[in-house]
Structures are given as structure tokens and as C-alpha cells.
């Protein structure tokens, strides 16, 4: 089981910066497919960064070039740095691993960190 603690979120004014955080429980970081999603109110929970164990990352059109997704193996831990925030970027920020085995998908979730963007 792995166990994962966000932190970092509040509120920050538009064109603002944070950096999230998500450390890990566990031995296995290092070979997870890390990820950070969000959700906004009335709105589907959608992911805004990704990165694999290797380091190769993914960002949707809507993030991209504002937010950067890293990790510190050594650490057990994840980073979302976000610059350029625009009050569309408010919702819970939760932090998601993800691991196959034998074809099955084993996913862990944090309790989420609520971002504000507002004036």
C-alpha cells in the first residue's frame, strides 16, 4: 500500500505562483507513474500533469508551459510547480500514483489540496 500526503495549496492571486507537493509512503515511488489531477466544483476531475518513472512528463493545452510536473526518487516525492495561475486553475489538486501489474491497474490517491486563484 502506498500512502500519499499533498500539501502546499491556498490562495493566490491571478498571475501568482505554488508549488504542490505529494510525498509517498513506501519503497515503491520510484517505479510509479506519478500524476496530479484536479477537480473543480460541478466539474469531472481531470489530470494536469504526469510524469513516468523515467522522467518523461505530460501536460494538457490548458496547463502547458504555466505548470511543471518533477520528482525526487530519493525522496519518495512529487512537485507541481504552477506560475501563471488564472482563477480557472481553483480546484482540489489531488496527487495519483499508478502501477501495472499482470495487466491490472493499481492506483493511490491523496486526500486532495484546494487551490484558490482569486483577486
Known amino acids: 500500500q502506498v500512502h500519499l500526503v499533498e500539501s502546499g495549496g491556498g490562495l493566490v492571486q491571478p498571475g501568482g505562483s505554488l508549488r504542490l507537493s505529494c510525498a509517498a509512503s513506501?519503497?515503491?515511488?520510484?517505479?510509479?507513474?506519478m500524476n496530479w489531477y484536479r477537480q473543480a466544483p460541478g466539474k469531472q476531475r481531470e489530470l494536469v500533469a504526469r510524469?513516468?518513472?523515467?522522467?518523461?512528463?505530460y501536460y494538457p493545452d490548458s496547463v502547458k508551459g504555466r505548470f511543471t510536473i518533477s520528482r525526487d526518487n530519493a525522496k519518495n516525492t512529487v512537485f507541481l510547480q504552477m506560475n501563471s495561475l488564472k482563477p480557472e486553475d481553483t480546484a482540489v489538486y489531488y496527487c495519483?500514483?499508478?502501477?501495472?501489474?499482470?495487466?491490472?491497474?493499481?492506483?493511490?490517491w491523496g486526500q486532495g489540496t484546494q487551490v484558490t486563484v482569486s483577486s
Open positions: 495519483n500514483g499508478q502501477r501495472n501489474i499482470n495487466g491490472i491497474l493499481y492506483e493511490y
Open positions: 513506501g519503497n515503491i515511488f520510484s517505479g510509479l507513474v
Open positions: 510524469i513516468l518513472s523515467g522522467g518523461t512528463t
